[in-house]
């Protein structure tokens, strides 16, 4: 008979997936500003700003989605040293 053992979570699932979603919906709001932001921009003569903002909102979006990866990594595996399966001794 196989012994079929639950993961115990610290954290759970819908934690990491509702941080998932939190980073999504920050990353949407930072997307339209900046786009916003250098439309003004532009529209106020100063075309040269265009291209801080698009690098600091290209910098924003890749950290974002980082922290995207990183929750479903964690929302899937758990977190590695605290959760990990013991080995087993059969």
């Given amino acids: ?3 079929a053992r639950k993961r115990d979570r610290y954290v759970s699932r819908s934690t990491w997936f509702a941080l998932s979603q939190s980073t999504l919906q920050l990353v949407t709001t930072i997307t339209l500003l900046s786009l916003t ?3 003004l921009a532009v529209s106020m003569g100063a075309p040269d700003d265009v291209a801080v903002i698009a ?3 290209v910098g924003a979006i890749a950290l ?3 922290f995207v990866r990183l929750f479903g990594f ?3 595996n758990g977190i590695p040293l605290l959760e990990s399966e013991p080995a087993s001794t059969t």
């Fill in 1 to 3: 008979m196989v012994y």
């Fill in 37 to 39: 932001t250098s439309l």
């Fill in 55 to 57: 690098l600091a909102a």
């Fill in 64 to 66: 974002g989605l980082a």
């Fill in 74 to 76: 964690l929302e899937a």
